[in-house]
């Protein structure tokens, strides 16, 4: 994952950021306790809204305990206390990472298979997958195989790949649910999938191109984005993202509205600077250079 996913912190209330920092390390401990100590290299944002929108619609009450954790053995923490709705989110991530790492190992030539087969050897140390995820891990294993497929092909389709990544995305939030929830999960699943795809391609496009590795961004527009470029590709985004809150409207948040306020703070405070960040990137650095050559 990306870790785009991320609220705002500053428009969060109070008691609303404790939440979100108890959700973040509670998501920790979960990990450390359920899928092995270096799962917890693997957390980010992503997985903390993963756990949020489990947690949504799936716990009828939250737990939060303050704790001591290695990284903070001084101060107690609050941690939200482990619940079936970390525990997925945990177990994910491990598939996810797991079979990412495999991927790098199996399309890396030379010097960075070495490097790929160094970084898989924390595979050894994840706990296996749950067996009743292996139809969910095998649905992963197939959707990266088929994006790297796109990318040995060199493909320039945008939609194409963001669109396999989107349905990834949505059968991981949403595989575990039943019911109205789960489809309304997999949407906002799958149009986020969809948003973060784009955004990630167009964070990384000068790195990859100076890497020479794949980015449908390049392919489809260029190794340089104009202006008329980033509206298009902001556009796009957009689109997503104004479907994706549609369906976070349709949530029943009525166990827990401070989850809902973090929610709809990634939602629409979030995500939407992350989408303005990665599109204006490097344009105050040249704003600022024009300013010392005057």
């Known amino acids: 994952m990306f870790g785009y996913v991320r609220p705002n912190i500053p ?18 401990r979960t990990m450390g306790k359920n899928t092995g100590c270096f799962s917890k290299m693997t957390l980010n944002y992503d997985f903390v809204f993963l756990a949020l929108l489990q947690m949504a ?3 009828s009450e939250v737990k939060v305990k303050m704790r001591r954790c290695i990284a903070h053995p001084f101060k107690k923490r609050p941690m939200i206390e482990p619940n079936d709705s970390l525990k997925y989110s945990a177990k994910t991530s491990v598939i996810l990472t797991r079979l990412k790492l ?12 070495l490097k790929a087969k160094i970084a898989g050897c924390v595979s ?10 292996k139809e969910l891990e095998s649905f992963v294993w197939d959707s990266i195989n088929k994006l790297t497929l796109y990318e040995n092909e060199n493909v320039d389709s945008i939609d194409k790949v963001a669109n396999t990544f989107g349905e990834l995305l949505g059968t991981l939030a949403s595989y575990n649910l039943d019911g109205s929830n789960k ?4 949407e906002i699943g799958y149009h986020l999938g969809k948003l973060i795809y784009v955004l990630d391609a167009v964070d ?10 794949f980015n449908v961004i390049k392919n489809s527009f260029g190794s340089e984005l104009s202006e008329g470029d980033k509206n298009i590709l902001k556009c ?16 029943d948040f009525s166990r827990c509205n401070d989850i809902e306020r973090i929610i709809k703070n990634v939602t629409y405070i979030g995500l939407p600077n992350e989408i303005e960040r990665v599109l204006c990137k490097g344009e105050k650095k040249q704003k600022k250079n024009n300013m010392t050559l005057r």
């Open 102 to 113: 495999r991927d790098n190992i199996n399309d890396s030539h030379g010097m960075s298979r």
């Open 11 to 28: 428009e969060l209330k109070v008691r609303d950021n404790e939440l979100y920092r108890a959700t973040y390390c509670g998501l920790c």
């Open 183 to 186: 489809r309304i999960v997999y």
């Open 124 to 133: 050894i140390f994840l706990k296996k997958t749950d067996k009743n995820l």
């Open 204 to 213: 990384d496009l000068k790195s990859d191109i100076k890497a020479g590795s």
């Open 236 to 251: 796009a985004m957009t689109f997503e993202l104004d479907k994706m809150s549609k369906c976070v409207e349709l949530l």
């Open 57 to 59: 619609v799936n716990e």
